[in-house]
């Protein structure tokens, strides 16, 4: 019983994995079409964004600062000619858009725990321990580990037109 069970989860697994495929809805589709929604892509750039609002354009420069600035570039290579570069730039946006993500998760975890109720408290008291965010060095090195700068050296290698020229 069980094993038919699986087999019809794997099954539906993989019908819904290639339907979008059927549809002509895939990600850097050389018609232009992306199957992956951008103001997703655009939500995790605009928080890097106004992360970088305020920040220094000049050496050294933040990589909070680098990666605002290289989202905003990604953005308008979604439209470019070059399927490549069109392709290399909704990786890197969606490599930001994950580290958002688990940068927020993990945050939120250090506060809520393993409680998933819309109701839940925190399990951190003002007395007791103080919450305390992943550092900046922290983000970077999960950045890192993530491959959001592999991303980013993918993208820039497919022929984007990008440069950290406002760093003097």
């Not at 992956?36 to 933040?62: I, M, Q, T």
């Not at 290399?88 to 725990?113: P, Q, S």
Request: aromatic residues 12%.
């Amino acid at each position: 019983m069980q094993m038919k069970r699986a087999l019809a989860a794997l099954f539906a697994f993989i019908l819904i994995g290639f339907a979008p495929a059927a549809a002509g809805d895939r990600p850097g589709e050389p018609d232009g079409k992306s199957g992956f929604p951008r103001a997703l892509l655009h939500a995790g750039c605009n928080h890097y964004d106004n992360r970088a609002r305020f920040l220094s354009r000049e050496e050294p420069v933040d990589y909070v600062v680098l990666l605002a600035e290289a989202c905003r570039a990604a953005e308008a290579s979604l439209d470019r000619e070059l399927y490549g570069e069109r392709l290399a730039a909704e990786y890197f946006l969606k490599r930001v858009l994950r580290l958002r993500n688990t940068i927020i998760d993990m945050n939120m975890h250090r506060v809520f725990g393993d409680q998933t109720s819309p109701y839940a408290k925190p399990q951190t008291e003002q007395g007791d321990a103080a919450f305390k965010p992943v550092s900046p060095a922290g983000e970077f090195l999960i950045a890192h580990r993530m491959g959001v700068f592999d991303a980013y050296t993918a993208w820039l290698d497919s022929g984007a037109e990008f440069s950290i020229a406002f760093v003097k």
